[in-house]
Antibody, heavy 121, light 108 residues
């Protein structure tokens, strides 16, 4: 069974940093592009970042470019999102999501339950 | 950059009725890269449809997708209480990967 479990969320002050993790199981993690999607309270979904297998291709939404960094560790089946210079508008539930292929664009076929990041003083 | 506009914002129907949800792209997009997701209250999104009309694994045939750029449709046949959710379309043809604003489906 495919499972994605996010962790690392919490309360952080504006300008602070946070590192999110996503533990994957039930599939061959290294074969898949992985993604982060966020959802501000009461709002819609916003794609944040994607990383292909072998980390060959990495993409970011303009809203986080230069502040967030996506990475993966295939040895531990883990996906990460390093978030720096956090702003109030980064407050959201952050979901980890799998794409079915190693590269190229595809829909997100499995999602974690999300971890809440709150940026507030 | 593609912008997806979903309508209506909220759809309120009786049990057993059919729901028709719309997603319009701001520019020509390939139907090969259009997906629909369901997000029930308090839950993570779930993939329903990819490639505009292909059902994801385990999705019942009451859900169907159709259309080609720029207009796409998600149809939910015979509404049941478990279909109460927000439905999002997404274009995944190129970065960024936009989502529509969502359509909330309610049961009267």
């Amino acid at each position: 069974e495919v499972q994605l479990v996010e962790s690392g969320g919490g309360l952080v002050k504006p300008g602070g940093s946070l590192r999110l993790s996503c533990a994957a199981s039930g599939f061959t993690f290294s074969f898949h592009t992985m993604n982060w999607v966020r959802q501000a309270p009461g709002k819609g979904l916003e794609w944040v970042s994607s990383i292909s297998s072998s980390s060959n291709y990495i993409f970011y939404a303009d809203s986080v470019k230069g502040r967030f960094s996506i990475s993966r560790d295939d040895a531990t089946n883990s996906l990460f999102l390093q978030m720096n210079s956090l702003r109030a508008e980064d407050t959201a539930v952050y979901f980890c999501a799998r794409a079915p292929y190693s590269s190229g664009w595809s829909a997100f076929d499995y999602w974690g339950q999300g971890t809440l990041v709150t940026v507030s003083s | 950059e593609v912008v997806l506009t979903q309508s209506p914002g909220t759809l309120s129907l009786s049990p057993g009725e059919r729901a028709t949800l719309s997603c319009r792209a701001s520019q020509g997009v390939s139907s090969s890269h259009l997906a629909w997701y369901q997000q029930r209250p308090g839950q993570a999104p779930r993939l329903l449809i990819y490639g505009a009309s292909k059902r994801a694994t385990g999705i019942p045939d009451k859900f169907s997708g159709s259309g080609s750029g720029p207009d796409f449709t998600l149809t939910i046949g015979r509404l049941e209480p478990e279909d109460v959710a927000v439905y999002y379309c997404q274009y995944y043809g190129d970065s960024p990967l936009p989502f529509g604003g969502g359509t909330k489906v309610e049961i009267k």
